[in-house]
Every structure is written in C-alpha cells, then in structure tokens.
C-alpha cells in the first residue's frame, strides 16, 4: 500500500505473479495487464485494451487488500445472518436457484486516477486503468432479502469477504467487510453476482459470488463475500470508516465514500503517440454513477473545449458510453487533447481533481499529448 510498490515489483516478479495466476485459474489468467503488486494482486488494465464495450476477465483490473482465498466453487457456503427473520446458510447452487439477472456494469476503483494527484497520496499508484465494465449475472440482494426477512429495526446490510489480513497500522486481522444502506441493497440492481461475462467469476475477481453495487465505486462490490449480516447500527469497521472516506484535511469530518464521479477517459490515441496529419479519429469512454453521461467536450492544446465528441448509445444505465471525435490534426507538432465528460446531474470534469489525503475519486480530465508529423 506505498506509492513506491511499483518500483518494487521486477520484472520476474512480474512474470512470477502472472503465471501464479494463470496457474490458479482455468481462464488462463491476465493477459497484458500492468501489475502494481502481485501479493495481494494489483493489477490495472492499459488504457487501450478498454477500447470495447466489455472488458474480458483476463484484462479486468484488480484490486485485492489481502491474499485472495481459495474458495470452493461448488461448496462454498454463503451465511445469512444477523437481524433477519429466517437466516440462512446457501450454497451458490442454492443462490442461483433464487432467480437471476443480468446487468451490465462498469466497475471503477475509488483510486483511479490516483498518481494525478499533488501532492502524490499514499496507497496504490493507479493510474487510469482501474475500471471495466462487465456483464454480471447474479440474484438480487433484494430477492435474498425477501426471503430472509430483514428485522424492522435493520438499518444496513454488510457484506463480509472470506479474505482477511492486517491492515497498516492496525493491530488484529480482520476480513474485508463494508455494509450498504438498507436502501441500496434493495435497489433491484445490487446483484450477489455469480458470473462475470457469462463465464463463473475468476478467482481474482471475487469468485464464486460477489457484490455488485451499480454505481458506487468498487470498494463497495465485495469479492468472496463468505457472510452477510443484517446490522441493526451502522458498521464500523475499518474499510467503512477509516479508508473509503473523503478526508480533505481541512478541519472538516472525513465523509464516505460512495457514487462513481463523472469522468471520461482517452483510449485512442494513447499518450505519446505519433499521428500522420490530417483526420485523427478520437475515442474514449466516459461515465458516472450518477446517472448517464449526456455530454462529452474536447479541448486541444488547453484551449476551452469547444466541440463537442459524438456519443454512442448508451449500453446500460450502469455502464461506461463509448464516445468519439473527429480531430483536424493540421498542425504539425505535439498537441494535448483532453477530453471532459458531463452527466444528466450536471457534474462535469474539471481540469485538476480535489485532493484528499487517501487519494480517492480524482476524476480531473486526462491530458494525451500526440505528435502529429
Ligand atoms: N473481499 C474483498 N472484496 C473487495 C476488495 C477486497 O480487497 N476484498 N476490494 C474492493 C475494491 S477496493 C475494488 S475496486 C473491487 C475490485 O474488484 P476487481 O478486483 O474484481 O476488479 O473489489 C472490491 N471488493
Ligand atoms: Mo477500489
């Protein structure tokens, strides 16, 4: 969890954690992905493999706290407990017998964006590649719930993963757990996601069953969830109340962290890159858990943005928008494009994101220099 993790890892540590998970799973395990750390595995997708509208799960990012465990993929039992009427102990077997659905969802980590913060936070160096989008087939949280009957006086859900660990300066070992609001667990899109793209979920990315919470950045879709409670008080626990927070270090109290601020990304051309003049086709990705994006502005060489890219048809309402651009690259020379995202809230990207001491939701607009010969 230190900014200097990157440098650390060599490239035959590289190698090493690649073929430990391809070894670990039948998928066939990463392919082309940028290893931040290889234990627990961190790993960010480049920025030119998001080109399509779903991201496979061997270039899906990774953001794991602890050592994944290695769970069952048919004995694994799911615990229901807590303020519920009629808890429950299910195998997925069982969970998938409650009905699915299927939603199609992009999955952003808080830090994305992380390194382009002044001064640089601690925690892992991401840069834009922490976020995918995947189709996900699960039960609604909202079925289980039916059928377990929360108390009247449950007021969260937490979800608790079979992964456990010491966290910096902490002292005991705990799992990774984070609990939603009553309210959000019911949203008929909150999935306890059994597959990912069609296919069961890799171990890396939380299988055999995971949250997925649309719209809320990822800390909240808990991998190798193991156990979920029905709280009647508010969770504590650490990766509720001391990470996940907004903490600007003003005087101000930390607040949680929860929606996906806008944003958008470049995917082609890629930072440093070499064009011939003339037309320059540029696309991206942009989205927000706040609602679709509904506007996507260019600008070039730090001039205000004043044409706008044309967007695709959204895929999801939980997903990013594929969005691209038809630039007059005349000049000869290096040139920046940025590219700015605004939502059907209104958000809109700004050109530096605000800083707060863990380093979360910096959605600021990304700066790609091409050379045009
Ligand atoms: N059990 C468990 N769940 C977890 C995490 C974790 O470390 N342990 N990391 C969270 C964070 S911070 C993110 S961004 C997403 C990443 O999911 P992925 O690794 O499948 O991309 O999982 C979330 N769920
Ligand atoms: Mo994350």
Known sequence: MIATTLTTVDASQRTLARQKTREALPGGGKERVRILSAEPLNAET?????????????????????????????????????????????????????????????????????????????????????????????????????????????VEILAIGADRGRPPDTVDEIPFARSLPLAKA??????????????????????????????????????????????????????????????????????????????????????????????VIVRGKAWSGEGVVVRVQIGVDGAEPSRDATLLPPISPHAWRAWE???DATNPGGHVLRSYATDAKGNRQTDVGRWNRYGYGNNAAQAVVVTVQ
């Open 46 to 154: 480049p920025l030119e493999d998001l080109g399509d509208d779903l991201t496979a799960q061997s270039q899906f990012f990774v953001r794991s706290h602890f050592r994944g465990p290695n769970l069952s993929p048919r004995g694994h039992v799911l615990e229901v407990v807590g303020a519920v009427e009629r808890a429950l102990r299910l195998n997925p077997a069982d969970l998938e017998a409650m009905g699915t659905r299927t939603v199609t969802m992009t999955l952003e980590c808080a830090g994305n964006g992380r390194t382009g913060l002044t001064p640089l936070p601690s925690g892992e160096p991401w840069g834009l590649g922490a976020v995918g989008t995947a189709r996900w087939t699960g039960v609604p949280m909202r079925a289980l719930l039916e059928f377990v009957r929360p108390r009247p006086h449950a």
């Open 186 to 279: 019911k949203d008929p899109d909150t999935l306890l996601a059994l597959q990912m793209n069609g296919r069961p979920i890799l171990p890396e990315h939380g299988g055999p069953v995971r949250l997925i919470v649309p719209g809320w950045y990822g800390m909240a879709s808990v991998k190798w969830l193991e156990r979920i409670e029905a709280l009647a008080e508010p969770f504590r626990g650490y990766y509720q109340l001391d990470r996940y927070v907004y903490d600007h270090a003003d005087g101000n109290p930390p607040t949680p962290v929860r929606t996906i601020r806008v944003r958008s990304v470049i995917v082609s051309p890629r930072d440093g890159d070499a064009a011939r003049r003339g037309q």
């Open 325 to 327: 651009f038809a630039w």
